[in-house]
């Protein structure tokens, strides 16, 4: 009787993660994480080039569109996104599209970002390697009024109907997705609107779940009550009728979270240590694995240890790689290590693919800037990786 091997997962190996880039690529690349590993270069850079991308100021957009946007983004519009795209799937790599507008606060805005997501799904319907576009709330509604229906705040006649144009809003965005049989992934935001935003991800699941997947809300296990909420959302999926869609994250608010509710006088919605996140993380994964029949799982994250669990626990219950509910995904730009070695392997993998206007994605461009300084230890772990490859081509 043959005994299948184990798969050979290495995720140190930077031949298979940098393959897709040139000579020339690898050590721009090696240049822009070295910059970004000085935490003061990063926060003078981030505050300077804001305001001169805001301000138009001469050669601002192409400095930064030559740098950091290129590394962490698809391109300034869909058609544009197109050869970063192509050169993903020849990797067998799919894309998870971004609209990377925030900040908008206009009913105008807010209609032009729901055209934008819907647009995007027609554009995903055509192309095979792009199966998910994804979405924030913030983005099709007033931050104030989403803080008020989690806060369990009566609406004014006004609000209401504010209210009923966002449910129309995100019908129109999860209609389309359903249609063109391509997934939408609700994202998670800050913990005092969270409520609103699940409530509304619960409510187009259970419409458009029922067939296939459709819908996902966005779990940040980073937060003590979320495993505890992933499995009352598979209660309440199966009590209905429809399949959970579960797309992991650590989190992306912590500082925010902590801060508010210290100067608040709440108890933190954050663990109470990384360890704590971690352990959340790696158990709602196995939770996921052990009903994956009804739960699709994207595994967003760019933790080493929780990508290997999942692959592990793929093979050891002899479960289909190419399984549409078993999946992975990293930020375009980040973790190549992860993502191309799962993809050499056959695993589903995608990038998480932002694309807009150079002054519209700055403030998502700042956030990778900050986030990813060698305070958290992403730089230092990206250096090392394209160092590692600079040395092995003899560069």
Not at 9 to 28: C, G, H, P, R, V
Not at 115 to 135: D, M, S, Y
Not at 179 to 196: C, L, P, V
């Amino acid at each position: 009787m043959e005994v299948k091997s184990k798969p050979n997962l290495d995720f140190s190996n930077t031949e298979i993660a940098f393959k897709n880039k040139s000579n020339e690529q690898l050590k721009k690349a090696f240049w822009l994480f070295k910059m970004m590993n000085k935490s003061w270069f990063v926060n003078l850079g981030s505050r300077l080039g804001s305001i001169a991308v805001r301000l138009n100021l001469p050669f601002s957009k192409t400095i930064v569109e030559k740098t950091i946007f290129e590394q962490f983004c698809g391109g300034t519009t869909l058609l544009n996104s197109q050869q970063t795209i192509e050169h993903l799937a020849a990797y067998n790599v799919a894309t998870l599209l971004d609209y990377g507008a925030e900040g908008k606060v206009t009913e105008s805005d807010f209609n032009l970002t729901m055209n934008e997501n819907i647009k995007a799904l027609e554009f995903a319907a055509a192309n095979p390697f792009i199966p998910v576009v994804t979405t924030k709330i913030t983005g099709i509604a007033r931050f104030d009024l989403l803080e008020k229906i989690s806060l369990g705040v009566d609406l004014a006649p006004e609000e209401e109907a504010e209210y009923s144009n966002v449910l129309k809003r995100i019908d129109a965005i999860c209609s389309a997705a359903y249609k063109t049989k391509t997934s939408i992934f609700i994202d998670a935001e800050e913990s005092w609107i969270q409520d609103a935003i699940d409530s509304i991800a619960n409510l187009m699941m259970s419409r458009y779940n029922k067939e296939y997947i459709s819908v996902y809300n966005t779990f940040q296990m980073y937060r003590h009550d979320r495993l505890e909420f992933l499995m009352k959302s598979y209660e309440e999926a199966n009590t209905q009728g429809y399949i959970l869609g579960a797309k992991l994250v650590r989190g992306a608010y912590m500082d925010k979270e902590r801060n508010r509710a210290e100067e608040r006088g709440y108890p933190s919605p954050i663990n109470k240590d990384k360890a704590s996140t971690d352990d959340c993380f790696n158990t709602a994964l196995r939770f996921c694995i052990d009903n994956y029949e009804k739960i699709a799982l994207c595994n967003a994250t760019h933790n080493l240890e929780s990508s290997r669990i999942l692959a592990d626990l793929i093979f050891e219950r002899n479960l289909p790689k190419g399984h549409a509910h078993l999946n992975f995904c990293q930020l375009y730009g980040m973790s190549d290590n992860l993502t191309f070695n799962l993809a050499e392997s056959g695993y589903n993998v995608g990038k998480y693919l932002v694309y807009g206007q150079v002054e519209e994605v700055v403030p998502y461009l700042v956030r990778r800037a900050q986030e990813n300084t060698s305070v958290t230890g992403d730089m230092s772990r990206e250096l090392d990786l394209y160092n590692s490859e600079i040395k092995r081509r003899g560069l």
